[in-house]
C-alpha cells in the first residue's frame, strides 16, 4: 500500500511543480546539496498505541518532489523547552482568567527536566516568567497580566526566536511555541513569512490555543487573516491547534508528545537548490501518524 501512496504522492507532487512551485526556476544549480545535512525535528507515532521505536525504513522523505535518502532517524527522549505566548492586546475577546488557567495547565503537565518561558505581548512583548519548572512560581508571576493596545503577534514571535530560543542552539534541540490567543497581528514590523520561515530555520514547532478571531475573518490586505496565520504557524512547523477550552486536554497532549513521540531525522539534500524554499513532504508506513514542518528556507551560508 505504501508503494501505491508514494507513487500518487509523487505525481501530485510533481503537477504542483510544474505549476510553478518548482525549485528549477531558481537561477542556482538545482544539483546543489548541503554537505553539513538537514534537519527535521519529527513528531511520530503508532496508531495503535505501540510504543516500540520507529525505525529509519518506516518513512519517506521528499524535497520539491524529489526523493531524498533518509541517513538517520533518532529517538529523542530529551527535555523541552516550551514558551507559552500569550496575547495580551486590549480587545482580545476572553478574559485574564482564562489565560491564567491556560498557562498554568502546562506548569501541571510538564515532565521532569522540561521547563517553560512565559512571554505576554501587546505593542511589545514582556517577560511574565523566565525558565522555570516551578508552578507556584509561576502561579504568582502571571499577576502581570493585563489587556491593553494592540497585538503585534509577528514582532514578538520574531522576539521569541531570536532572544529566547536561539541563546539555548544547538545544544538545545526540542523546542516550541505555544500561541495564546486568535492570531491577529495589528502594527508589526516583522514580516509573516519572514518570521515563520526562521521557525521553520530553527525547527521550532508551534502550537496553538486558539481563540476565536475578534475580527470574524475579516480580509486582511497585506497579510493572512487571523486564523490563517494560526494554521500557518502550526501546519508550517509540524504543530497542532486546539482551542482554548480545550487548555487541559492540550498541554497534557503537547507536554506527552514532545517526551514520548519526537525524534530527529537528518538527510543530506540531493537534486534540490538550497537558495530556495524547498517544499517538504514525509510520509510513513500505513499505521504510523505522522508530523512535521512542511518547508526547508532557503540555506545560504
Known amino acids: 500500500m505504501i508503494q501505491s501512496v508514494k507513487r500518487f504522492l509523487l505525481t501530485s507532487l510533481c503537477l504542483l511543480l510544474a505549476a510553478g512551485c518548482v525549485f528549477a526556476q531558481s537561477r542556482h544549480s538545482s544539483r546543489s546539496v548541503d554537505l553539513e545535512g538537514s534537519i527535521l525535528s519529527v513528531t511520530a507515532s503508532r496508531t495503535d498505541g505501540k510504543t516500540e521505536p520507529l525505525k529509519l525504513e ?25 514558551v507559552l505566548l500569550v496575547d495580551n492586546s486590549q480587545t482580545l475577546p476572553t478574559d485574564i482568567e482564562k489565560l491564567k488557567r491556560a498557562v498554568m495547565e502546562f506548569a501541571y503537565e510538564i515532565f521532569d527536566g522540561d521547563q517553560l518561558f512565559v512571554l505576554a505581548y501587546d505593542e511589545k512583548a514582556e517577560i511574565v516568567q523566565e525558565w522555570t519548572d516551578d508552578a507556584k512560581k509561576m502561579e504568582t508571576s502571571l499577576a502581570t497580566f493585563r489587556k491593553k493596545g494592540n497585538p503585534f503577534l509577528f514582532d514578538a514571535l520574531s522576539s521569541t526566536v531570536s532572544e529566547i530560543l536561539l541563546p539555548l542552539m544547538p545544544g538545545t534541540r526540542k523546542t516550541a511555541v505555544v500561541v495564546i490567543g486568535d492570531g491577529l497581528d495589528r502594527g ?38 487571523a486564523g490563517a496565520v494560526v494554521t500557518q504557524l502550526t501546519e508550517g512547523t509540524g504543530g497542532k491547534i486546539f482551542q482554548l477550552d480545550e487548555a487541559q486536554t492540550a498541554a497534557k497532549f503537547i507536554c506527552d508528545e514532545l517526551r514520548r513521540n519526537r525524534y530527529l531525522l537528518s538527510y543530506a539534500p540531493i537534486n534540490t537548490s538550497t537558495y530556495d524554499h524547498r517544499k517538504v513532504f514525509l510520509i510513513a508506513d500505513e499505521g504510523i501518524s505522522i508530523r512535521t514542518k512542511n518547508a526547508q528556507p532557503p540555506n545560504i551560508k
Open 58 to 82: 518506516n518513512f519517506y522523505l521528499y524535497e520539491n518532489g524529489i526523493e531524498q535518502k533518509i541517513k538517520n532517524l533518532s529517538f529523542d527522549p530529551s527535555p523541552s523547552k516550551i
Open 188 to 225: 508589526s514590523k516583522a514580516p509573516f513569512d519572514k518570521v515563520l520561515s526562521e521557525l521553520q530555520n530553527q525547527n521550532i514547532t508551534v502550537y496553538s490555543l486558539q481563540i476565536p478571531d475578534r475580527t470574524g475573518g475579516a480580509f486582511r490586505r497585506d497579510q493572512p487573516k
